[in-house]
């Protein structure tokens, strides 16, 4: 797993694999999207703003 943050964009990428086939992304909620390959697993997740997502507990 790789993980990527863009601060100009505020977006953390969680990668999973060293796959570089085409994705497709879905959203979950607002602020999570996931990537999903040709063969519908999970390539990817991407969180934004990543300290104000809907899956993180509250602090």
């Known amino acids: 797993m790789r993980i990527s943050y863009d601060s100009k964009s ?5 990668k999973f694999g060293d796959s570089n086939h085409q994705t497709a992304s879905q959203n979950l909620t607002d602020d999570v999207a996931i990537d999903v390959d040709e063969k519908g697993k999970i390539a990817g997740i991407e969180l934004f703003p990543p300290l104000n997502t809907s899956i993180l507990p509250p602090s």
């Open 10 to 14: 505020d977006i953390l990428y969680l």
